[in-house]
């Protein structure tokens, strides 16, 4: 579950940075047009993969349920962040990424 | 003609989430605390203690007290202790009446001496469980009444996602501290991001109770007798009759390895024994709810009690059943493993704060107009009022059963009746208390008082008892030491509002005065 969630929250990051209002709260500055596509793809891309380790770990059948807990969390989570820790939000991102190749070789 | 259908939607989702507001946070709010329902029956008898589970033991000392205490019983059942709730129950029934349930005698054992525990009579966590929909009216009415509300919650929600105009662009935004906007915001975001909670957790509920709701196609086809759908739907285990002539029951433990072999290691959940003292006894393994996603109504492997020999496993569950299992299962959560229940119990808060953040914005928007004038026209008083007891009054009356747990004499009689009783004195109280203090004041006092009343619960568990968090965590028992450490949570969380509160009500005059322009176009 752990290596789903950094994937999810990293993903939701991409997604809420591809959006220009908070490209500029968050990394004051207003994102170029190709930057903006990759967050998005890249964005899209880990929200999809978060779904491997979580059925991987569980299952289908309780494997989905993990992952739409941890989805839905997470997001959460981001936008608890956003407004009262905004530099947290994108650290505990970048932290989250390099983290989940050890999660990963760790639960796997 | 397109935005004609929204504001029609956004009437609908309005006064909707308006009427059944009030019912549906109750249902949300005591559904979410149903997840921790073997652990908040724990914390209130105190008496059982907990012991790292072992099935074989536990059945090994069921079967040794019931041979002493009930050997000539027509049927035995046997409630295995599980991680959550440790009592082992058995209970036992002296003669089979097929035009009576009921006539149980149920005894709580300690799994480990086998010693009868005199435990504290209350109903625990059943009581919201049971609450949740049955509202603790007569028999169909609550059922009835809590169905339509999910039905009303299932529309709340669809016009919900209809009325709201940027879902995406919108999708992380909360901006807190600017007063109405921040409470819709608040509304939108919980509302999005756990939809996918929502969605499942308000139709599922109605796929629940579809016999009830929707019998048409059973009446139709079974000429009106609902009974022999069911009948035939959950076969009943058509276990031998006594023959009169007294045997020996084998040892269950070993049946039971045998049925878990079957279930390629599943758990135990209960087991049956009918006729326990005669050659035709017989031993069904049911298979315990946590165990899969997909709820089986019906999972059972049967022995011969005498000879050992296996007589039927239950068989797959068909598609339909199993659809309705997962639905069943989805919605109650049993399957769920520590963390993935306290996300359910976080998804479970989520909803209750999205349905008492509407209310909030309901009565906000209305509120302005008169903010001026300050005279309040009765409805909105009426509004006021109601969303003060159903929101933190329920909050101070759940605090107050736990109280009435802990400080009514054990021994008393209908004890049990009576904590229910104070939870609902205790709900009145609060109304009348809304109806008499000015609004701002009211919040302030009630989630005050709610706030003392969760955070002194560790304290009183401490008085009380001799299961204090001290003890409790050294021991490991973490059913117990979470519910006094989510009880000073939520107490410090409701001391935060309450301060929140006070603290706005200073500065309130100013701010609020530069707002309503703003919001106009915006508020849907």
Known sequence: MLLALLLCYAGFVALCLSLDRHHGELLHSKPSPRRRLGLRVGGWLLLALSIWPAVHMAGWSRGLVDWCAVLMLSGLLLVLLLPYRPRLALILAGVGLLASPVAAFATL | ?524
């Open chain 2, 1 to 524: 003609m397109k935005e004609g259908f929204r504001q029609a939607m956004a009437w609908l989702h309005t006064w909707a989430g308006l009427i059944f507001g009030w019912l549906l946070f109750a249902i949300f709010l005591t559904g979410t605390l149903s997840y921790f329902k073997g652990e908040i029956t724990h914390w209130m008898q105190p008496e059982v203690p907990a012991h790292a589970v072992d099935d074989a033991r536990s059945v090994a000392v069921a079967q040794r007290y019931l041979e002493q205490h009930a050997p000539t019983a027509a049927r035995w059942f046997i409630g295995l202790p599980d991680s959550r709730d440790p009592g082992l129950s058995v209970m036992w029934q002296d003669k089979i009446d097929p035009g009576r349930r009921g006539n149980f005698i149920e005894k709580m054992l300690d799994p480990v001496s086998g010693e009868q525990l005199q435990a504290r009579e209350t109903m625990g966590g059943e009581f919201f469980y049971r609450f949740h929909f049955q509202l603790q009216m007569p028999h169909p009415w609550g059922r009835w009444l809590s169905t339509i509300a999910a039905m009303v919650m299932f529309v709340a929600l669809i016009t919900g996602i209809i009325t709201h105009k940027k879902i995406f662009k919108d999708f992380f935004t909360f901006r807190p501290r600017k007063g109405q906007r921040s409470w819709l915001d608040g509304h939108n975001a919980v509302g999005v991001l756990v939809l996918p909670f929502h969605l499942m957790i308000t139709y599922s509920s109605l796929v629940i109770f579809m016999t009830m709701v929707m019998p048409a196609s059973i009446i139709a086809s079974y000429d009106g007798d609902t009974r022999a759908f069911f009948n035939e739907l959950f076969p009943a285990t058509d276990n031998a009759p006594a023959l009169g002539q007294p045997g020996k029951l084998l040892p269950l433990a070993p049946l039971v390895e045998q049925a878990r072999a079957q279930w390629d290691g599943g758990h135990v959940g209960r087991l049956a024994v009918n006729n326990p003292g005669d050659v035709n006894a017989s031993v069904n393994v049911s298979r315990a709810g946590s165990d899969r996603v997909v709820h089986d109504f019906g999972s059972t492997v049967s022995f011969n009690g005498n000879t050992g020999q296996l007589l039927r496993v239950s068989a797959e569950q068909s598609l339909p059943m199993a659809i309705g299992g997962s639905f069943y299962g989805l919605h109650m959560g049993h399957f769920a493993g520590p963390l993935l229940r306290w996300l359910y119990f976080i998804c479970g808060l989520a909803g209750t704060a999205m349905i008492g953040t509407g209310l909030v914005i309901w009565l906000g928007k209305r509120q302005l107009k008169h903010a001026k004038t300050g005279v309040m026209p009765f409805e909105l008083r009426l509004v006021e009022v109601l969303n003060l007891a159903s929101m933190s009054g329920l909050l101070i009356a759940i605090a107050v059963f736990f109280w009435a747990n802990r400080l009514l004499p054990a021994t008393f009689a209908e004890r049990s009746d009576w904590e229910v009783q104070s939870f609902f004195i205790a709900w009145g109280l609060t109304l009348l208390h809304a109806m008499l203090r000015r609004c701002r004041r009211a919040w302030i006092e009630q989630l005050g008082l709610g706030a003392v009343l969760f955070m002194a619960v560790p304290l009183l568990n401490a008085l009380t008892t001799s299961e204090h968090l001290g003890v409790s965590l050294a021991k490991g028992d973490w059913a117990m030491a979470g519910f006094d450490l989510t009880c000073l949570g939520s107490g410090l969380f409701l001391a935060w509002a309450a301060w929140k509160m006070q603290h706005r009500s200073a500065v309130q005059p100013r701010a609020e005065r530069a707002r309503p322009l703003t919001l106009k176009g915006e508020v849907h």
